[in-house]
């Protein structure tokens, strides 16, 4: 089915000007931008977004990490759009990460690892709410 997930290209992304290589990638993986928007995190809305891994122990640097620049965050339509995105961003930490994939043609360490993705269809749906209203999703 033609589903909806949640994109975020990260401030290590950004500062080296890659928004159109990240957004090429997921284009040429079947994904169609459907909202986009730049902008700079709170820290609120950083520890808000992320507050699943409030007990974590890298919750705070990658509070710091996700405001300490511009992000770009957008949401993305396609077949299996959730599955599709994870396979073309590969592994959260990049070392591990599948050649091809965005993560490791561009991440920099587990942290600064370039995009965030969703990792299912309810988290997707929460995390475009968090970021959209209805009007700015243009399918
Ligand atoms: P993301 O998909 O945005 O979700 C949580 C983020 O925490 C993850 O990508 C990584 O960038 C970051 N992170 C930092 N350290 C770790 C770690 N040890 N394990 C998992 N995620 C980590």
Known sequence: AVTRTFSIIKPDATRRNLTGAVTKMLEEAGLRV?????????????????????????????????????????V????D???????VMGATNPAQADEGTIRKTYAESIEANSVHGSDSDENAKIEIDFFFSPDEIVG
Do not use: W
């Open 81 to 87: 759009a959730v599955a599709r995105n994870r396979q």
């Open 76 to 79: 993305l339509e396609g077949e």
């Open 34 to 74: 459907v909202a986009s928007k730049r902008i700079h995190m709170t820290r609120d809305q950083a520890e808000g977004f992320y507050a699943v891994h409030k007990e974590r122990p890298f919750y705070n640097d990658l509070c710091d990490f996700m405001t300490s620049g511009p992000v770009v965050v957008q």
